[in-house]
């Protein structure tokens, strides 16, 4: 699914009215219709009791008249507060002469606030995506007012003052809405960990927007959803054997942090890798042998962290990273992987396929001059903190995804950007934030089991390295929601995902 950009969201509804003969008041209440089923389904009028519906002088306004409309025409109990304007929209002035005389209805005024009870229904109609400046005056007194109210409130598109595609002043006044209601697309501002607070839980409506025209319309921004990876995992053919899904190679471990390597471990068997090699310090054999025992196991000869790089000839894909230390032995086996991966290999002549975490991206944040050795296609799966030793601090949200996409398109590598809205950046500067994962996963070792998940799916010959990763940070969170909805959210652990990678893979044979 594509994120277009608040211009591109307009130009969207002008090509909608156009293929479908529409005039702008009908695509209006499609999206009325459309806000008033989704809430009527979750409240009922007896649960919602009177619900106050904030309309501004534009579209969103006029959004909000149709919504009053509408939950009137179903039994619920509306009042409507109208934010004073010199002009107003044509089909916001549509709709306030439909409005019926039912619906109490007043002007706002900095001496005359909407009434609010702490958690009343409240619907945002102030302001939608048009709007190019923070708020001031009295649209920003009303939002304090609304802010400060306690109200259960669901905005209509968009949170008013926020703005769709890029950063506003840090005192900006938006609304603080529980719930958001979108048509079409998402809007690349709900992905942002800055905008969770005003945005609240959101969802789509379909309302029948132009397909040809999202399809033909360029953005870097996409949304992984069920449908983008269905499909995406090969069929296991009859006659396969244990070499034809891979041989991966994982060096992982160190003294104190072998839990890593079994959890990363156990991930990489769990996503359908043929045959998996751990490569790990002396001190963790024994841990290892009995904790996985389907993989085979490489003691190094030093006991306390890995000291020597293995011959990759025989291996798919190789994972760096979890658990690994930061010691001077690991840095050399990683410099010395990183210009041996870049030597084309096997039937295809392309890198050995790479898999990157954890200390391995410390190391490198510690030693910039190894990124030039990145072979292409690598895969890097840094958290925030990470990401930012490899690249610089990000002012904000929005300026880390720039960072993001310039790395990834610099470096020719794949990005995986650890969050509750994972992002993956591609070589060609295009990015994908998925959309399975819950807060429950933010536990130690989660990030090793997406490292296990990704290396068994770049060992697996028919799934290129886009694909691949895309369909694992999908697995990896499908995974965790399966694992929180038996063990809940705050019992749920990294191994939980584990145990759940096959169901959720199963998905998408």
Same mark, same amino acid.
């Given at each position: 699914m594509k994120i277009l950009?608040?211009?591109?969201?307009?130009e969207l509804d002008q090509a909608t009215q156009t293929e479908q003969r529409l005039i702008s008041v009908e695509l209006m209440e499609r999206a009325a219709s459309a806000f008033?089923?989704?809430?009527?389904?979750?409240?009922?009028?007896?649960?919602?009791?009177?619900?106050?519906?904030?309309?501004?002088?534009?579209?969103?306004?006029?959004?909000?008249?149709?919504?009053?409309?509408?939950?009137l025409q179903r039994g619920y109990r509306v009042r409507v507060a109208l934010l004073p304007a010199a002009r107003r929209s044509a089909d916001w002035l549509h709709n306030r002469q439909h409005l019926p005389k039912a619906v109490p209805s007043s002007e706002i005024t900095a001496k005359k606030l909407p009434t609010i009870a702490p958690g009343q229904f409240v619907v945002d109609a102030l302001f939608g995506t048009g709007l190019s400046r923070p708020l001031t005056g009295l649209a920003a007194a009303v939002v304090a007012h609304l802010n400060q109210a306690e109200a259960r409130v669901i905005a209509i598109d968009i949170p008013s003052g926020l703005f769709a595609d890029q950063p506003q002043p840090a005192d900006s006044a938006v609304v603080r809405a529980r719930q958001t209601v979108s048509f079409g697309l998402p809007k690349l501002a709900f992905f942002l960990p800055q905008?969770?607070?005003?945005?609240?839980?959101?969802?789509?409506e379909d309302i029948g927007l132009s397909a040809r025209f999202v399809a033909e319309t360029a953005t870097p921004w996409h949304y992984t959803n069920a449908a983008a990876v269905a499909g995406a995992l090969p069929p296991r053919p009859k006659f396969s054997h244990k070499g034809t899904f891979g041989h991966a190679l994982l060096l992982a471990g160190s003294r104190g942090k072998m839990g890593a390597a079994v959890l990363s471990a156990g991930a990489c068997l769990r996503s359908g890798v043929g045959l998996l090699t751990a490569h790990i310090p002396g001190c963790g054999y024994d841990i290892f042998q009995i904790s996985q025992p389907?993989?085979?196991?490489?003691?190094?000869?030093?006991?306390?962290?890995?000291?020597?790089?293995?011959?990759?000839?025989?291996?798919?894909?190789?994972?760096?990273?979890?658990?690994?230390?930061?010691?001077?032995?690991?840095?050399?086996? +990683?410099?010395? *992987?990183?210009?041996? !991966?870049? =030597?084309?290999?096997?039937?295809t002549g392309h890198p050995l396929p790479l898999v990157v975490d954890a200390d391995a991206l410390n190391l490198l944040g510690q030693h910039r001059e190894l990124l030039?050795?990145?072979?292409?296609?690598?895969?890097?799966?840094?958290h925030p903190k990470e990401f930012e030793r490899l690249t610089e601090p990000a002012r904000?949200?929005?300026?880390? +995804?720039?960072? *993001?996409?310039?790395? !990834?398109? =610099?470096?020719r590598c794949l990005v995986v950007l650890k969050g509750a809205c994972t992002c993956l950046a591609t070589p060609e500067g295009n990015l994908h934030f998925n959309s399975t994962g819950n807060a429950g996963m933010a536990t130690g070792g989660s990030g090793d089991v997406l490292t296990g998940v990704l290396l068994a799916l770049r060992a697996h010959a028919q799934l290129p390295a886009f694909e691949a990763v895309r369909l694992g940070v999908y697995a990896h969170g499908r995974a965790g929601d399966l694992a929180a909805a038996q063990t809940g959210q705050a019992g749920l652990v990294a191994g939980d995902i584990v145990q759940h990678l096959g169901p959720a893979l199963k998905e998408w044979e």
């Amino acid at each position: 699914m594509k994120i277009l950009s608040a211009v591109q969201t307009r130009e969207l509804d002008q090509a909608t009215q156009t293929e479908q003969r529409l005039i702008s008041v009908e695509l209006m209440e499609r999206a009325a219709s459309a806000f008033v089923a989704w809430l009527s389904s979750r409240y009922s009028s007896a649960d919602a009791g009177e619900i106050l519906i904030l309309c501004g002088p534009g579209n969103n306004g006029g959004d909000g008249l149709a919504v009053a409309r509408l939950l009137l025409q179903r039994g619920y109990r509306v009042r409507v507060a109208l934010l004073p304007a010199a002009r107003r929209s044509a089909d916001w002035l549509h709709n306030r002469q439909h409005l019926p005389k039912a619906v109490p209805s007043s002007e706002i005024t900095a001496k005359k606030l909407p009434t609010i009870a702490p958690g009343q229904f409240v619907v945002d109609a102030l302001f939608g995506t048009g709007l190019s400046r923070p708020l001031t005056g009295l649209a920003a007194a009303v939002v304090a007012h609304l802010n400060q109210a306690e109200a259960r409130v669901i905005a209509i598109d968009i949170p008013s003052g926020l703005f769709a595609d890029q950063p506003q002043p840090a005192d900006s006044a938006v609304v603080r809405a529980r719930q958001t209601v979108s048509f079409g697309l998402p809007k690349l501002a709900f992905f942002l960990p800055q905008n969770a607070d005003f945005i609240g839980e959101w969802c789509i409506e379909d309302i029948g927007l132009s397909a040809r025209f999202v399809a033909e319309t360029a953005t870097p921004w996409h949304y992984t959803n069920a449908a983008a990876v269905a499909g995406a995992l090969p069929p296991r053919p009859k006659f396969s054997h244990k070499g034809t899904f891979g041989h991966a190679l994982l060096l992982a471990g160190s003294r104190g942090k072998m839990g890593a390597a079994v959890l990363s471990a156990g991930a990489c068997l769990r996503s359908g890798v043929g045959l998996l090699t751990a490569h790990i310090p002396g001190c963790g054999y024994d841990i290892f042998q009995i904790s996985q025992p389907e993989a085979m196991c490489l003691a190094d000869a030093e006991p306390a962290f890995i000291s020597e790089l293995p011959e990759l000839k025989p291996y798919q894909a190789v994972g760096i990273g979890p658990g690994l230390g930061q010691a001077a032995g690991s840095l050399a086996v +990683l410099r010395k *992987l990183l210009k041996a !991966a870049a =030597q084309p290999t096997g039937k295809t002549g392309h890198p050995l396929p790479l898999v990157v975490d954890a200390d391995a991206l410390n190391l490198l944040g510690q030693h910039r001059e190894l990124l030039k050795l990145l072979p292409e296609n690598t895969v890097l799966t840094p958290h925030p903190k990470e990401f930012e030793r490899l690249t610089e601090p990000a002012r904000d949200d929005y300026h880390r +995804l720039e960072l *993001l996409r310039d790395f !990834a398109m =610099q470096h020719r590598c794949l990005v995986v950007l650890k969050g509750a809205c994972t992002c993956l950046a591609t070589p060609e500067g295009n990015l994908h934030f998925n959309s399975t994962g819950n807060a429950g996963m933010a536990t130690g070792g989660s990030g090793d089991v997406l490292t296990g998940v990704l290396l068994a799916l770049r060992a697996h010959a028919q799934l290129p390295a886009f694909e691949a990763v895309r369909l694992g940070v999908y697995a990896h969170g499908r995974a965790g929601d399966l694992a929180a909805a038996q063990t809940g959210q705050a019992g749920l652990v990294a191994g939980d995902i584990v145990q759940h990678l096959g169901p959720a893979l199963k998905e998408w044979e």
